[in-house]
């Protein structure tokens, strides 16, 4: 039987079910409804057993709520700590009290609870004093136990409630202990959850798993993070379920509208498969370009709403000495949760359960219910932690996706989303534009001051809602710019406006929604008006600032930090450690909620930075923070967010800024996403005024916001350059700096580079041919077959033979071509694709039918020697044999011998058959009389064994040349000079072996020995692409033949290397120099974010290869094939397990971010080469492959 | 369909023979094959450490490695670092100081320091900051980690900020 609800120990009738208890509710009707009505709300339930189970509407969103809630109630009932069991965001039991949001949890939401606690315990101690007989006055509490003050007798909560019902509505007004007398609320106190997120028993939403559950994974449309227009749920023109069918357990492809979706049994594949499914979506229309913010802010409609209109500011600045207009731009920011959303989903007999990480668990099930057709009753949302949010993240787009996929399968459904995902389609932080109009009189008095905002968000609508058509594409116009829109002071002509406008992209609440632009606005133009009027920007701020709390912080921050009144702005000077030092001050009330709305907690910042004149880089070196939150519940608690929200508003001020491309997001990952690192973490000195006394206010955004005004504010005392737009990048400093230099070094672009020939290396072999027809009649077109033979008895192979033919093998590569995807070893049946159709290799193993069982040695040899069938056929030259040609007869023996003892695997394969006049085999014989030349290697008396022996696994079984060695028109390797000089091969480009090759380091025989033996080279990198698995072939070999092969190798290269580690050591020089200048690229954001955990020469940590990408030859190329192949593949494959995989960066990382990578790339570590030309061109080409 | 071979490796200390694809993403298998929750999927490409787990004693992104390279190795995960004394030292640490918010992204910092002091027994603290350079944080918990890497290494706080 389906249980009707799946909250097991946390629903209401679990509550209310383990013997006596008292319940405190509310009837939201006010009817007086009792506890067991699933209308009413509970706050608090305790029973016989000791539980006390305290709920509350708000959830905790990794800020600790739950620990300070609990201390509420602990501190209301005198109960220890530990007793207290929160329950967040439960809608099936819980009070409704809106999304969590601008810290209004304990400011707020926490009221009613400490009314029901207190109301508990007075029922509590009525009780007692009937049952000990003493008046309630004389009684008191200890840890949950009454007893009188001087008497002997004592009763547990839990006895008093023994075998009683006793229900209270919930009484508002219930007088609530004095602060005086606190004992649990006022002292820090540890998180109760710490110990298990430590431990790794905590379970998230992420970690839930309900029997029988499937996973799930969505396809978002074209349009990414955009929900308003037309084409938005109308997009969708269809699935190709074909795409995915072969994708083992594969449950259902889903679709409503523009809502993809796919179900698998296990996760991998369900992301496979919504990587694989082909979905055709009609392109989005030209949305407005978000690249221009400023111009596109002021574009969007608005409708203007004064907020506040004082004196006659027109004529005040008509009039005054000095007026001054600025314009302020804040970018758009994302939310960046760590996790990407997730959610499961079961259906129920009478309903649907979501369990989510949701901010609002009430919206989201009236969400659900519309989205389902369900009545709200029928939808529960169990909320579960998630990663920390900062407002509205993809929660609950994720919930109503896993609803969705669930509701279509019948099972439950657990969906991720993708990184990828998380980032472009979060309701991002808007983009906000401020304009401020003030004046000075003649004294230097501010008079005037004009502001107007323009926010382009709203509650954004949970995504699935929009995509499926059932809420209007057409956006609702938010009235959140208002948040703290009008300054702290007291100004005496003031005008006020907010311009409403809806949303350009989805945007909706971020921490220090609003209020965080709008103070940038607000300090920054103070800072601006005290430095026109030759005062100490603190002194300039207090004139007008008349809250004696507000005056009491400022004074009290500024002493803090040392602050030493600057009358005027001092000229910027270089100091001893090259850098310029300022330091900034700036201040907020965060006024939050519908206008004119709330003030949560003051806040005060002293920052100090340093700024590198040359790079533009700007270090927050130390932050002094202020803040008055009235009484802390959890000083602790209020202290670490007060660090994360100057950790994370530092970290937006500086780096962040969501791009976009055609007017949709481009920041995927966290490499067009930068967010702050350790090293770049400021020193924090908070300074948490004791406000006991006070009521408690909201704690946590109040200390973000008057960072970005601050951190300008020092900037501007450093560099004497006033900067209105964040982030503070390197390339905006030096662009703030010095105007008239370029933003970057421009490289001269190089010479184009050779075309690429062939895409296949006897690609053109057959075309040629064709128009040669005669000269294949010429030379024997048709060969004899040969009679097949029953399969040789393995054993008479000796083994020792059998064994070299084992190392034969693996260093021909034979498994590389002959074992399909996933396939048996050796049995054939990958197709390579080719310009004329698709060759399918045959199987090697000995089944007399399907495999070589039938081939006699004679036959076997023919092939090796010849390039013919045992049939008689022509092979094609995709087949080696113009290089196993050279091999000796004992070891083709051997060879045969070892292909004989394998196991036989039947494995009937499609024949190749390509079009005409491909299919022609016998033109073949022709191709063979002009290029092909039977032989062993020669020995050469003049060099040494070693040598010999590395010249014959080179160029015999080991064909290098085949791939690196560039091929005539006709596609047969070049003679002479051109041996070894590099060519293309199947879209990779097999570098030159020779003095011809670019790498800045010479190869020498260590290098090369090092390379084939290990798949990494110190001073050259990685085998990767196709040379991975010629690598791994090779580690059959011994030592003594991949030296030889080095040794072979070393003898090309001309001149002969210096000393590598002194040549390395210039290299790393170039490419150190050449980065500063770089610094602030997309480029080299990109690189930071998502290649430098690799391949960051500092950091020699962690699992794998950290290949340095200085000494690349790949990066020194003529062309960027290489390069632009690894980033878009990865390398899943390592050459051995030792070097780690890299990961594909095809699906996260747009063109242009690739192309810019790809240049920063070049210009880094290859500093002495040019621009790569073709990189656009280049990059079209391999995407398409 | 064919059967995979079978690959077999130690998990916190127990032997798995498992049947499947070699190509399938370690933390996929720790957390829906092996039911651990300590390694979290962060972005699936190596970027931001949240899927950390320590393979033969290192450091490794668990998002980005094929089961196959694997194969004969001893994995921990965050489960696997207390023994019968309870919580390791860096764990340990970590709840002292009170290291997380959210804690989404906390595996990846216990992990990076166990690593860390395993190779490096007295870090100081530009190394301690750069050897987490690569694991992300949105929270803003990077003091009080800090001061968790810190203590576990035995190094007294330079001076109490506050």
Known sequence: MTARRDTSEASREALLSRGGHLAVSRDPAGQGRRPEDPATELFLVMDEHGATNALNGHVDLGTGIRTALAQIVAEELDLPLERVSMLLGNTGAGPDQGGTIASETIQVTAHPLRAAAAQARAALLALAADELGVPVDALRVVDGVVGAEDGNRFLAYA??????????????????????????????????????????????????????????????????????????????????????????????????????????????????????LKVAWREPPALPDLAELEAALRANPAVPRRLKETGDVDASIASAATAMRRTYVWPYHMHASIGPSCAVARMREDGITVWAGTQNPHWLRDDLALLLGLPVGAVEVVRMEAAGCYGRNCADDVAADAALLARAVGRPVRVQLSREQEHAWEPKGPGQLMDVNGALDERGELVAYEFETRFPGNRAPTLALILTGVVSNIPSVGDIG?????????????????????????????????????????????????????????????????????????????????????????????????????????????????????????????????????????SVTRVTAGQDTGLMINPAGVRHQLHGNVIQATSRVLKERVTFEHGVTTSNEWGAYPIITFPEVPRIDALLLQRHDQPALGAGESASVPSAAA?????????????????????????????????????????PAPPARKRRFWTGALSGLVGAGGLALAALPWRPAIAPIAPPDPAAYAPATIERGRLLVAL????????????????????????????????????????????????????????????GRHLYPAFPYTNFTRTTDADLQAIYAYLMAQRPVRNELPRTGLAFPYNLRPLLAGWNALFHRPGTVEADPARSADWNRGAYLVEGLGHCGACHTPRNALGAMEGGGAHLTGA???????????????????????????????????????????????????????????????????????????????????????????????????????????????????????????????????????????LLRVMLEGIPRPAVPELGAMPAFAGSLTDAQLIDLTHYLRARFAPGRPAWSEVRGTLARLRDR | MMQHPVIHLQVNGEAHALRLPADTRLLYVLRNDLSLNGPKFGCGLGECGACTVLMDGVAARSCILPLGLVEGREVVTLEGLADEHGLHPVQRAFVEEQAAQCGYCLNGMIMTAVALLERNPHPTDAQIRQSLRYNLCRCGAHIEILRAVRRAAGIPEPEVQE
Not at chain 1, 532 to 553: G, K, M, Q, S, T
Not at chain 1, 722 to 746: H, K, N, S, V, Y
Request: charged residues 20%; hydrophobic residues 40%; contains cysteine.
């Open chain 1, 159 to 276: 006895e008093l409630l023994r075998g009683r019902r006793i229900h209270l509505q919930l009484d508002p007004a219930t007088p609530v202990k004095p602060v005086e007398s606190y004992r649990v609320v006022g002292q820090p106190v540890p998180r109760t959850d710490i110990p298990a997120k430590a431990a790794g028993t905590f379970s998230y939403v992420h970690d839930l798993r309900v029997p029988g559950m499937l996973h799930g994974r969505v396809v978002r449309p074209p349009y990414a993070g955009i929900d308003s227009g037309d084409f938005v749920g109308n997009s969708l023109i269809g699935v190709d379920k074909s795409s995915v069918a072969d994708i083992p357990g594969l449950v259902a492809v889903v679709t409503r509208a523009d809502f993809v979706g796919v179900v698998c049994e296990r996760e991998e594949h369900a992301i496979l498969a919504a990587q694989r």
């Open chain 1, 482 to 618: 208002d948040r703290t829109a009008i300054p702290p002071y007291d100004i005496e002509n003031m005008r006020i406006t907010v311009q409403d406008t809806p949303p350009i992209v989805r945007a909706s609440w971020l921490r220090g929604v609003a209020a965080l632009p709008n103070t940038f606005a607000h300090e920054s133009y103070m800072d601006e008006m005290a430095a026109e009027a030759r005062i100490d920007p603190v002194e300039f701020r207090l004139r007008y600032l008349h809250d004696p709390r507000a005056v009491a912080l400022v004074r009290a921050t500024a002493e803090r930090a040392g602050w030493q009144p600057r009358p005027e702005p001092s000229p910027p000077a270089v100091a001893e450690d090259g850098l310029l030092h300022g330091r900034g001050f700036a201040y907020a009330v965060y006024v939050h909620g519908k206008f004119p709305g709330t003030a949560a907690a003051w806040s005060a910042w002293v920052v100090d930075v340093a700024v590198d004149p040359g790079s533009g880089e700007v």
């Open chain 1, 711 to 751: 951190i300008a504010n020092a900037i501007f005392d450093a560099t004497g350059v006033r900067f209105r737009e964040p982030p503070f990048t390197p390339d905006r400093i030096r662009a703030g700096l010095r105007p008239e230099e370029p933003a970057f070094p421009q490289a001269l672009p190089g010479p």
């Open chain 1, 812 to 871: 021909g590569d034979c498994a590389v071509c002959h074992t399909a995807e996933n396939g048996i070893p050796m049995a054939g049946g990958r197709a390579l694709e080719t310009p004329f159709g698709e060759i399918v290799t045959p199987n090697l193993t000995p089944d007399p039918e399907t495999g070589i069982g039938g081939w006699s040695y004679t036959a076997f040899e023919r092939a090796m020697r010849d390039g013919i069938g045992r049939d």
């Open chain 1, 984 to 1122: 293309m091969v199947e879209g990779w480009e097999a570098p030159a072996l020779t003095g011809l090759s670019r790498a800045p380091v010479p190869w020498d025989e260590a290098e090369l020995f090092a390379y084939l033996r290990t798949g990494q080279a110190q001073f050259h990198g990685v085998a990767a692409g196709n040379m991975a698995p010629v690598v791994e072939g090779l580690r059959a070999l011994p030592d003594a033949d991949i030296r030889a092969m080095a040794t072979y190798l070393a003898s090309f290269m001309q001149p002969p290397p210096k000393v590598p580690s002194a040549i390395a050591a210039s290299v790393q020089a170039a490419s150190d120099a050449a980065a500063g200048p770089l610094t602030g690229s997309i480029g080299q954001r990109i690189f930071d974010g998502a290649c430098a955990v690799c391949h960051d020469p500092r950091t020699a940590t962690g699992f794998g290869a950290r290949p340095n990408l200085a000494f690349n030859t790949n990066l020194y190329s003529d062309r960027p094939d290489n």
